[in-house]
């Protein structure tokens, strides 16, 4: 069975993220008409804007977090879930809110590029602007969208030797500003299930596995329900169309969390072996296009590796450079490490 605990494959997950999030972006608030109308029958194929948004933003942040978990000497979970908090908070100073000067250190507060708003999520900009740190045991809200399952694949790179771990901390981080069950619980089955593919699980089994960690939760039906019809369509041969996509959810599809992973689960398991398939039917429908992309392309690009993605998207996507890093960064510290590289010290503390 491969392993895909690789510098490579690290790197070729969260850039096949940012890849997904910025082939995304410009449709993120089309139907499916106006996208045909305007890029063709076959929808965008093609990076028209270079940038990704916060999707990719939360997730380095994520990444951040855990980086500098793993440099530090309290290894509880508890404080875990506060760095990541605090993390975000760092992102939120990205979004032209103010936070405490102690918070603003550390390498991504460095980048210029990240200091842009690229329609983030209004649950995570008043979640983390009330000054309360969610829980599991503390809501601050009754929201399930996608804003806590997109940005968690880290967590599934940093604890993949541990699904259940990651299950946990993937559901902990996403509660942090998404108070409803379905809302940390897609999330933490995200983060479980990225951590069984570097193990070397193959997608589908992979996908049925971490469905065993979500049962032990209360409240798992409705990411159950979701989850498992992507399953059953992609068994019975259907292909990811937009109409069928809209079908899997209500209103804006995807725009919650368990939409979101399910959409996303349903193009990755459609097209496991084509990154840009894979993105190009994630985006192509009339929901949360840059979310959608974002997941499937995390998913597709592990499992493909740097090879897959589209050379001319990447020489193109702003910030390549410093998703790169964190991604190697993150690959580093998620081994066996006993002496940090000096470089990563400087960056990261």
């Not at 590029?113 to 009754?142: I, V, W």
């Not at 070397?200 to 798992?220: N, Q, S």
């Not at 989850?227 to 069928?244: F, H, I, K, N, S």
């Not at 990447?314 to 998703?323: E, G, I, P, Q, S």
């Amino acid at each position: 069975m491969k392993n895909y605990h690789s510098l490579e494959s690290y790197a070729a997950c969260l850039l096949g993220g940012a890849l997904g999030d910025a082939l995304g972006n410009p449709v993120e608030f089309q139907d499916i008409r106006a996208i045909r109308q305007q890029y063709g029958e076959g929808g965008i194929d093609a990076l028209v804007d270079p940038d990704f948004t916060d999707d990719t933003q939360m997730t380095l942040f994520t990444a951040e977090a855990l980086i500098r978990f793993s440099l530090q000497t309290d290894l509880r979970d508890l404080h875990l879930q506060t760095l990541i908090y605090q993390a975000y908070l760092r992102w939120l100073h990205t979004q032209d809110y103010p936070i405490p000067p102690s918070l603003r250190s550390g390498y991504l507060l460095q980048q210029k590029g990240l200091f842009q708003q690229k329609a983030p999520g209004q649950t995570c900009l008043n979640a983390l602007h009330s000054g309360k740190m969610g829980s599991r045991d503390y809501a601050l809200n009754e929201s399930k969208g996608c804003g806590g399952v997109m940005r968690v694949a880290p967590v599934g790179l940093y604890f993949w030797q541990d699904p259940e771990k990651a299950f946990r901390i993937g559901a902990d981080s996403a509660a942090i500003t998404h108070g409803h069950v379905s809302g940390y619980l897609s999330a933490g089955y995200y983060a479980a299930l990225i951590a069984l593919l570097v193990d070397g699980e193959p997608l589908e089994p992979a996908a049925i596995k971490v469905l065993d960690i979500l049962k032990t939760y209360p409240g798992h039906d409705e990411t159950l329900f979701h989850v498992d019809r992507a399953l059953e369509m992609q068994a019975a041969g259907l292909e990811p169309t937009p109409e069928r996509l809209a079908k899997m959810g209500v209103g804006w599809p995807g725009a919650v969390g368990e939409e979101a992973l399910a959409m996303s689960l349903f193009c990755a398991l459609s097209f496991p072996d084509d990154f840009r398939k894979s993105v190009r039917v994630a985006v192509n429908h009339s929901g949360d296009s840059d979310s959608t992309g974002t997941i499937t392309g995390q998913i597709t690009g592990l499992l493909n590796g740097l090879q897959a993605l589209p050379e001319d998207w990447l020489k193109r996507l702003k910030m390549a450079d410093v998703v790169q890093t964190l991604a190697e960064d993150l690959f580093v510290v998620s081994g066996s490490l006993t002496t940090a590289p000096p470089g990563l010290l400087q960056r990261h503390l």
